[in-house]
């Protein structure tokens, strides 16, 4: 038997998709080597270029960026309010500045992370990072992360 803490059970399946990303990792190194070492080449030669010429700079970091500081405000601020503000800045940083797109990423911003958290944390009982903002309904029983 599994023993499970509450508290730390929305760990559980990023630790199962990590291990299965790194077994197919090794199944990619393993294959394609091997497709060079047959092809009369070296099992680990030097790469071409990694990006094509003219790729979007901006997005590209950007989006690095954003996610790096998505993994590290998580845990410290909670669930719903980080994805709120991550949302929408992803959609700043793919839809651009226009009026329209302002007002459908502030949407999808608060709807989106609201909908889950309440489907993950109250519905399913999931629990979700907790944070700062996080917010107990003790007469209802729920929490919203």
Same mark, same amino acid.
């Given at each position: 038997? $599994? ?12 630790? @199962? ?10 199944? &990619? @190194? ?7 070492? +047959? ?6 030669? +030097? ?10 700079? +901006? ?25 709120? $503000? ?12 226009? +009026?329209?797109?302002?007002?459908? =990423?502030?949407? @999808? ?6 909908? &889950? =958290?309440?489907?993950?944390?109250? $519905?399913?009982? $999931? ?19």
């Amino acid at each position: 038997m $599994i023993n499970v803490v509450y508290s730390t059970e929305h760990w559980i399946v990023p630790r @199962i998709i990590m291990g299965v990303l790194v077994v197919l990792l090794l199944a &990619i @190194i393993i294959t394609e080597g091997r497709a060079r070492v +047959k092809a009369g080449c070296a099992f680990f030669e +030097k790469p071409g270029k990694f990006f094509l010429d003219g790729y979007d700079k +901006k997005k590209l970091w950007g989006t690095l960026i954003l996610f790096a500081g998505y993994i590290f405000t998580i845990d410290k601020v909670g669930f719903t309010v980080t994805s709120m $503000i991550f949302v929408f800045l992803f959609n700043l940083l793919y839809t651009g500045l226009g +009026k329209k797109q302002l007002i459908v =990423s502030l949407i @999808i911003s608060i709807v989106a992370p609201l909908l &889950i =958290s309440i489907l993950f944390g109250v $519905i399913f009982n $999931i629990t979700l990072p907790k944070g700062m903002c996080s917010v107990t309904f003790v007469d209802y029983g729920f929490t919203i992360y």
